[in-house]
């Protein structure tokens, strides 16, 4: 028994001390952050300057992207698609500005969260939005790979809403 747990407690060392040393880099999320917001900012404002060739970069290939109709599940080709219809009809105005901006960087830099809320004029002149983005970071670039974007009326206005839909 005692050559037996020699013979593990050995084991268990060499186990141990042939493990790699992980390095720890220090991220500066900061600066993170601001890189976020400069790839938000940018597509945004291909969004309002109806320019799908800058924006469709800043969407990674596999991500999922929803509208604000419950059947809005669209991956990058379908909202390309959705978004070439779109910007094609000229008489469409697409204004807003960002009234509320949250993000948050993960400890490791490598991805975010980023929340913007805002009237889209076009969807509600009375009911915000919020668009909820994850982005990941890839090489120098930040890309969209989830965004969700939502109706967010204020709780009071609920009711009213709840019976104007009976």
Same mark, same amino acid.
């Given at each position: 028994?005692?050559? *037996?747990?020699?013979?593990? !407690? /050995?084991?268990?060392?060499i186990?141990?001390a042939?493990?790699?040393?992980? &390095?720890?880099?220090?991220?500066?999320?900061?600066?993170? &952050?601001?890189?976020?917001?400069?790839?938000?900012?940018?597509?945004?404002?291909?969004? /309002?300057?109806?320019?799908?060739?800058?924006?469709?970069? !800043?969407l990674?290939?596999?991500?999922?992207?929803?509208?604000?109709?419950?059947?809005? @599940?669209?991956? &990058?080709?379908?909202?390309?698609?959705?978004?070439?219809?779109? @910007?094609?009809? *000229?008489?469409?105005?697409?204004?807003?500005?960002?009234?509320?901006?949250?993000?948050?960087?993960?400890e490791?830099g490598?991805?975010?969260?980023?929340?913007?809320?805002?009237v889209m004029? @076009? /969807?509600?002149?009375?009911?915000?939005?919020?668009?909820? @983005?994850?982005? !990941?970071? *890839?090489?120098?670039?930040?890309?969209?790979?989830f965004?969700?974007?939502?109706?967010?009326?204020?709780?009071?206005?609920?009711g009213k809403i709840?019976?104007?839909?009976?």
């Amino acid at each position: 028994m005692k050559r *037996t747990s020699g013979i593990l !407690l /050995i084991a268990v060392i060499i186990i141990t001390a042939c493990q790699p040393k992980t &390095k720890i880099v220090p991220v500066d999320r900061e600066a993170a &952050k601001v890189s976020v917001i400069a790839a938000l900012d940018k597509y945004h404002s291909c969004l /309002i300057a109806k320019d799908a060739k800058n924006m469709l970069p !800043l969407l990674a290939d596999n991500g999922l992207y929803c509208g604000t109709d419950s059947k809005e @599940f669209l991956d &990058k080709k379908s909202l390309s698609d959705a978004m070439t219809a779109m @910007f094609a009809d *000229t008489t469409l105005k697409v204004s807003y500005s960002i009234k509320k901006r949250e993000v948050r960087i993960a400890e490791d830099g490598n991805s975010a969260v980023a929340v913007d809320q805002f009237v889209m004029d @076009f /969807i509600s002149p009375k009911i915000p939005v919020r668009w909820v @983005f994850h982005l !990941l970071k *890839t090489g120098d670039n930040w890309v969209i790979d989830f965004s969700s974007l939502s109706l967010i009326p204020d709780n009071e206005d609920l009711g009213k809403i709840n019976k104007s839909v009976e």
